[in-house]
């Protein structure tokens, strides 16, 4: 069974950046997807970037397509998020989640192993 626990978030200021990770067991990152999705009050879950070993497997919604960068670190089994100029709009509950290698963060269905989520608060 995959587990998954992220860690990182807190709060910055506007312009500021942090960066989450998302330590991985019960399986090996090369046959899996790790999406990263957040979720604000009152808003559905929506995909902010995916990566998994698949050619051309890494995405970004438009959103935070420049500002955020997804990376992975086969050897420790970890996924990081990396978050730069963020803004008051970036403000959720992120989680990290695992899904088939194939899987895109455009589908939340496609992603069945869920982290508990962190708190990223962006405010001046």
């Known amino acids: 069974q995959v587990q998954l626990v992220e860690s990182g978030g807190g709060l910055v200021q506007p312009g500021g950046s942090l960066r989450l990770s998302c330590v991985v067991s019960?399986?090996?990152?090369?046959?899996?997807?790790i999406g990263w999705f957040r979720q604000a009050p009152g808003k559905e879950r929506e995909g902010v970037s995916s990566?998994?070993?698949?050619?051309?497997?890494?995405y970004y919604s438009d959103v935070v397509k420049g500002r955020f960068t997804i990376s992975r670190d086969n050897a420790n089994n970890t996924v990081y998020l990396r978050m730069n100029s963020l803004q008051p709009e970036d403000t959720a509950v992120y989680y990290c989640?695992?899904?088939?290698?194939?899987?895109?963060?455009?589908?939340?269905?496609?992603?069945?192993?869920w982290g508990q989520g962190t708190q990223v608060t962006v405010s001046s």
């Open positions: 989640a695992a899904g088939a290698r194939r899987a895109k963060a455009t589908r939340t269905r496609d992603f069945s192993s």
């Open positions: 019960g399986s090996s990152l090369d046959d899996l997807s």
């Open positions: 990566i998994s070993s698949v050619i051309g497997g890494t």
